[in-house]
């Protein structure tokens, strides 16, 4: 996965997941549904979409089917935005994460068995 991923294709993603394989149609009405979206913006987006590869059509029916699994997007998500914001240091992603007043005591025991657990 090296392009990245827009909101807008990401939600699209989120609904074509749990649904796969779907027809275009049925995914078009389940936005208009759940995002509001138009079956004009839903397909405009399936088709980038397929164009960088995340996601394969197949005949008949129009039929969407992921080429990338969620934890692949987000990996790849999480690597970008350590780059981008923290100069690609993980160190310094979990410090400011540490220095985030709203984590909980138990959050924080979870982030500390993660790290043990490695």
Do not use: H
């Not at 394989?21 to 936005?31: F, N, Q």
């Not at 059509?57 to 970008?80: Q, Y």
């Amino acid at each position: 996965m090296q392009t990245k991923i827009f909101d807008s294709e990401y939600k699209l993603l989120e609904l074509l997941w749990p649904r796969e394989p779907v027809s275009a149609k049925t995914l078009s009405l389940v936005a208009a549904q759940e995002i509001g979206w138009n079956k004009n913006t839903t397909y405009t987006i399936l088709k980038k979409l397929v164009e960088k590869g995340y996601v394969r059509r197949d005949e008949p029916g129009f039929l969407c089917t992921s080429l990338v699994s969620r934890d692949e997007v987000r990996r790849t998500e999480a690597k970008g935005l350590i780059d981008r914001l923290f100069g690609g240091s993980r160190k310094l992603l979990f410090s400011a994460l540490l220095e985030d007043e709203t984590l909980t005591p138990e959050e924080i025991d979870q982030l500390r068995q993660m790290i043990d657990g490695r």
